[in-house]
Every structure is written in C-alpha cells, then in structure tokens.
C-alpha cells in the first residue's frame, strides 16, 4: 500500500500564500506522476496541476502564475505552492501520485484525503 498525507491546508486571506504537501509512503521504487486537484462544494472535481519526472508542467487556466507543483524525490513528497491566493481557490485539495513499487516494480496510483483550503477575509 502506498498512502498520501496532506497538510498545509488552512484559512488564508486574500492575496496570501499556501504550501500544501502530500507526503507518500510505502515500498516505493519512484514517483513518475504528481497531480494536485480541487473540489468546492457542488463543483467537480478540477485538475489543478501536474507534473511528470523529466517532463513540462501543467496547470488549469485559474492558477497559471499563481501556483507551483513541485516534488522532492528524497522526502516522497509532492508541493503545491500557492501565491496569490482568491476566493475562488476555496475547495478541498487532494493529491495523486502514480509510481512503481520498490521490489516487484509494479505500477501503484493513489489518492489522498484532502486538505481544505479557504481564501476569505
């Protein structure tokens, strides 16, 4: 089993800045897909970033400039650092890796919980 714990999450204002973290363990062998998505109440759930290991960066229209996607292969661990953050960035954040597992080289793909996040004055 490979499982993914968010934090960071939380109460900002407007124009302030986040960093969520989805931290994954488990017999991992590598993580060659980190995605950040989002999901406000009634709303489906939104792609907000993505990332491949040796490949471009993908974001929604909504979060270009304002958000990074980032991981540190030696913590397991995936970022999402948001800057400039509105009101509309109020949702539920939740992360999924794709990967391979340490010893039978299988592929794995997990989600985590979710982290809320809420942009108000």
């Known amino acids: 089993q490979v499982q993914l714990v968010e934090s960071g999450g939380g109460l900002v204002q407007p124009g302030g800045s986040l960093r969520l973290s989805c931290a994954a363990s488990?017999?991992?062998?590598?993580?060659?897909?980190m995605e950040w998505y989002r999901q406000a109440p009634g709303k489906q759930r939104e792609l907000v970033a993505s990332g491949t290991s040796g490949a471009s960066t993908i974001y929604a229209d909504s979060v270009k400039g304002r958000f990074t996607i980032s991981g540190d292969n030696a913590k397991n661990t995936v970022y999402l650092q948001m800057n400039n953050l509105k009101p509309e960035d109020t949702a539920v954040y939740f992360c999924r890796v794709e990967g391979i597992y340490r010893l039978t080289r299988l592929p794995f793909s997990s989600w985590g919980q979710g982290t809320q996040v809420t942009v108000s004055s």
């Open positions: 488990g017999r991992i062998f590598s993580i060659d897909v």
